[in-house]
């Protein structure tokens, strides 16, 4: 018996010698969550040294509460905050128990930062001479008669400055709406979900080449929420665009609004040509674009569906889609009626 203690405790020091040689904290526990051992820089991070908190369990260390996500399968911890440095914390099964490893992601955050402020102020300066250009080229017409080279000239111009005005909305939202990065602060009102998809609908505008029929359904007991209009508009306006945009001439588009489960579900169902699997995996990423010949005259920045995504989720919901090569797709987002969503919860 006193043999095998004297090799595991030389296992364990050569063990822990080769972790002390790795520049991210690590933390060994046993399968009940107590420590075994802290790495040299784990020691430095906690201000702790092994003997103080061996047997102890993982909340025992300075502020670990949220590290216990990390075990929590349903609600898993993606970043972890301790004084001024951000770490991106591993979890990992091995034979003493479990092993957490902290990344240290202050430096990519501090970038990630500054690339964004960069970005806005970038996006801020293009919409001044966005709006100029856009407000000269529809005086044009009130100078004088034009012909008809002149108006083409013109409404290509006014085309352009549109595309390019979306183009700048959809990465300033992209960057601000960001469940993990954005700074953007909801500012919650009562609002009607119903209402908001009722008036997209009504005011859709399917290009003068397509013929498309739109429908509406909207559950009566709806209740009014307590949640970021502008956010959710403009996600709903999204995917009924993507309908419009990706629906063949002759389609159909139906639009619903139901309540399963307490939350507030909106699907956009179209007949257009469907989504792979793979692709699905794919479509709600940052500039995620599906590369088919049909679409290959459609405009876009491939940021919208990952906004609709971000303000589900920035209202604790999800978005996704269902969908069939050749059967066309339905596109959800949901908002749950609970906890912030509610009237009657304080922020």
């Known amino acids: 018996m006193t043999t095998l203690t004297q090799a595991d405790s030389i296992d364990t020091k050569d063990m822990m010698a080769l972790l002390d040689t790795v520049k991210a904290p690590i933390i060994l526990l046993d399968q009940n969550l107590r420590i075994l051992s802290l790495n040299h820089q784990a020691k430095q991070l906690f201000k702790l040294d092994s003997t103080s908190v061996q047997g102890k369990v993982l909340t025992d260390l300075p502020h670990t509460e949220e590290l216990t996500r990390l075990f929590d399968t349903s609600n898993p911890l993606n970043e972890w905050e301790i004084g001024e440095s951000v770490y991106a914390p591993a979890v990992d099964a091995a034979p003493h128990g479990w092993t957490i490893l902290l990344n240290d992601v202050s430096h990519f955050r501090r970038l990630n930062h500054n690339q964004g402020e960069s970005m806005r102020y970038l996006l801020h300066d293009l919409r001044s001479p966005l709006t100029a250009i856009q407000g000269f080229g529809s005086m044009m017409s009130s100078v004088g008669e034009l012909n008809e080279k002149q108006k083409h000239f013109v409404d290509k111009i006014l085309s352009g400055v549109v595309q390019m005005t979306a183009l700048v909305e959809n990465v300033q939202d992209a960057g601000r709406y960001d469940p993990d990065t954005g700074t953007y602060q909801l500012m919650r009102t009562p609002t009607d979900v119903g209402l908001i998809v009722s008036k997209i609908v009504d005011n859709h505008m399917v290009p003068v080449e397509k013929t ?136």
Do not use: C
């Open 212 to 347: 498309l029929a739109v429908s509406l359904s909207v559950v009566e007991d709806l209740p009014i929420i307590n949640a970021d209009e502008t956010m959710i508009q403009r996600a709903i306006t999204n995917l009924v665009d993507n309908a419009i945009k990706y629906t063949p001439d002759g389609g159909s588009i139906r639009v619903s609004v139901t309540r399963p489960d307490n939350k507030i579900v909106i699907a956009i169902e179209d007949t257009g040509l469907g989504i792979s699997q793979e692709n699905q995996n794919l479509l709600f990423q940052k500039h995620a674009r599906i590369h088919r010949q049909e679409f290959k005259k459609i405009k876009g920045t491939g940021l919208g569906l990952f906004i609709v995504r971000s303000v589900a989720k920035r209202h604790g919901g999800n978005a996704w889609v269902k969908s069939e090569e050749g059967h066309g797709s339905t596109f959800y987002i949901s908002i749950p009626l609970e906890g912030a969503n509610l009237l009657s919860s304080e922020e």
